[in-house]
């Protein structure tokens, strides 16, 4: 293996192990040491506007080019890894050929990827961005085999008085986004089960951006011309079809500098370097011809020798996509009870007129434009108040919604893990004082007014003070008491919401606010 294979490998393996660990990370400690690994990946720099890291990765583009996509983008590993496996099957090493690069299709994608961006229709721009695309994987493919490993610790723990781990729940926050990571998942390992990096040369608008960039990389894979016989073995090893043996022609835009290239080549014709080296001592073409016979039997001696198994990556695949799907479904099934006798109907999500967003995020403008919908916010939420949204525009980006819980004042998690600008970094005492919705009481609901019982449950607990019990007929002193919203002092926690005993909705709910105000 060729110190450039070598070196583009370990570093791939190091980011794509990480950067999977800390979108699989639902405790936040991971985002202190690998949150800076998202902020560099191109699209979250780009919307978050930071000019340092664009700048770097278009330095690193133009001096040893396309390494961002075989290195730092977790989606090109991802395909590396598939096609990887793909190529242990027998007679399947050597399966690529040339093609030329299909521009109008690269093109037509981008094209679209801009209009939406400018546009502001945040929905086809998640569904474009590979980071994005690789988080909704993990968050709703990979996510649910992390947490039962982590809540079988967390049993373990529990019977040696450990509590170093808490369980958590598998439930599915989003059927539509949901199916989206599975068919692009699916999508994704079978156009690089077959044909390499495809995905990235033809569909990713991050790799056609680079692409411009990458023509002109000072370090590229060269030809050497006098030592190439063209036997095709580095076009049939290439991933990005991207090597034309018969023309000693490397297209360096879809080049992603995996190196597989040059360890194929026995005629030592290829190199990375920054200038076309001159043979010596390059062997005749007797000799080629018959290092390439003596390889084509001992392939074959091999190909005799080993038995056809059955490959087992794709029905692991299925296997294990179904049975998160599974699990997750009978998590959603699985009823509670009040002391073993009664059901408890779980709460439904109220009908909003503005849905909520997160505070940091300044308004739902801001959040549509620069948030790419990686679910990384969705991941790192401890109160399981985020999910993906469901609406057309804003389709899987994070909305906020109480049924399990509400946005503790003190938390500030999801501001910290957002890479794109899209949820602004806060203080604790900054969220207090931010106001993202106001609460609602609906009448109809209010169980001191069905049935007639005493509550006060969203007095006790609002964390702003913003609800006050009072009499429902001033006249009648055994009047129920019910509550009154102070809509100036309410920061939209949902607190009150979450805590309402009235199943399914509650009682009192919060409306979003297009636009954040300060309190």
């Not at 191109?42 to 133009?62: E, H, K, Q, R, S």
């Not at 929905?123 to 809540?151: C, E, K, T």
């Not at 495809?198 to 960039?213: A, D, E, K, R």
């Not at 026995?266 to 390889?295: E, G, M, W, Y």
Request: hydrophobic content about 40%; charged content about 20%; glycine content about 4%.
């Amino acid at each position: 293996m060729n110190k450039l294979r070598k070196t583009r490998t370990a570093l791939a393996t190091v980011f794509f192990i990480l950067i999977t660990l800390l979108l699989l990370d639902f405790t936040g400690t991971l985002h202190t040491w690998l949150g800076w690994m998202a902020k560099i990946q191109f699209l979250p720099a780009l919307l978050a506007i930071n000019v340092g890291v664009i700048l770097m990765l278009a330095v690193l583009t133009l001096v040893v080019g396309r390494i961002y996509c075989s290195i730092i983008c977790p989606l090109g590993v991802l395909q590396d890894i598939v096609s990887y496996i793909s190529a242990k099957r027998p007679k399947k090493k050597h399966r690529f050929s040339y093609s030329a690069e299909k521009r109008w299709l690269r093109y037509s994608i981008l094209m679209l990827f801009v209009v939406a961006f400018v546009a502001g229709v945040g929905s086809i721009v998640a569904l474009l961005a590979p980071y994005s695309a690789y988080g909704r994987m993990v968050q709703n493919i990979f996510q649910p085999f992390y947490i039962v490993g982590n809540n079988a610790l967390a049993w373990i723990a529990e019977r040696a008085n450990s509590y170093a781990f808490y369980s958590r729940d598998i439930w599915v926050r989003s059927l539509p986004t949901f199916f989206i990571a599975a068919t692009t998942l699916l999508l994704i390992v079978t156009l690089a089960w077959r044909n390499g990096r495809t995905y990235c040369n033809t569909i990713c608008p991050v790799g056609t951006l680079l692409s411009f960039l990458a023509r002109f990389a000072w370090f590229k894979i060269r030809i050497d011309d006098d030592k190439c016989n063209k036997c095709g073995l580095c076009a049939r090893s290439c991933k990005a079809a991207c090597i034309n043996s018969k023309d000693h022609t490397i297209d360096a835009s879809r080049c992603v500098v995996c190196g597989d290239c040059i360890d194929q080549c026995r005629q030592q014709a290829l190199s990375f370097t920054h200038h076309r080296k001159k043979s010596v001592n390059a062997p005749t073409t007797s000799d080629a011809v018959k290092d390439k016979d003596k390889d084509k039997n001992k392939n074959n001696n091999k190909d005799k020798d080993k038995t056809e198994t059955v490959n087992t990556a794709r029905r692991s695949f299925i296997v294990g996509t179904t049975i998160a799907t599974t699990t997750a479904a009978l998590a959603q099934e699985k009823k509670k009870v009040d002391g073993g006798i009664a059901d408890i109907i779980d709460k439904q999500a109220p009908h909003r007129d503005t849905p909520l967003t997160p505070a940091g995020s300044l308004s739902a403008q801001n959040m549509t434009r620069h948030c790419t919908a990686c679910q990384l916010c969705v991941a790192a939420c401890p109160n399981d108040v985020l999910r993906p949204s469901t609406s057309l525009l804003t389709l899987m980006q994070p909305t906020m919604s109480y049924e399990r819980g509400y946005c503790r004042p003190e938390c500030t998690r999801c501001s910290e893990a957002c890479p794109t600008g899209a949820i602004k970094p806060i203080t604790v005492e900054e969220k207090s004082s931010i106001q993202i919705g106001h609460a609602v009481w609906i009448k109809k609901n209010c169980i001191p007014i069905t049935d007639g019982k005493a509550c006060g449950n969203c007095a006790r607990h609002c964390p702003a003070a913003a609800i006050t019990m009072i009499s429902s007929n001033p006249d009648n002193p055994s009047a129920p008491m019910i509550p009154a919203i102070n809509t100036e002092r309410c920061i939209g926690c949902g607190a009150c919401e979450n805590l309402c005993p009235a199943r399914p909705f509650s009682a009192i709910y919060v409306e979003g606010h297009e636009v954040h105000r300060h309190i």
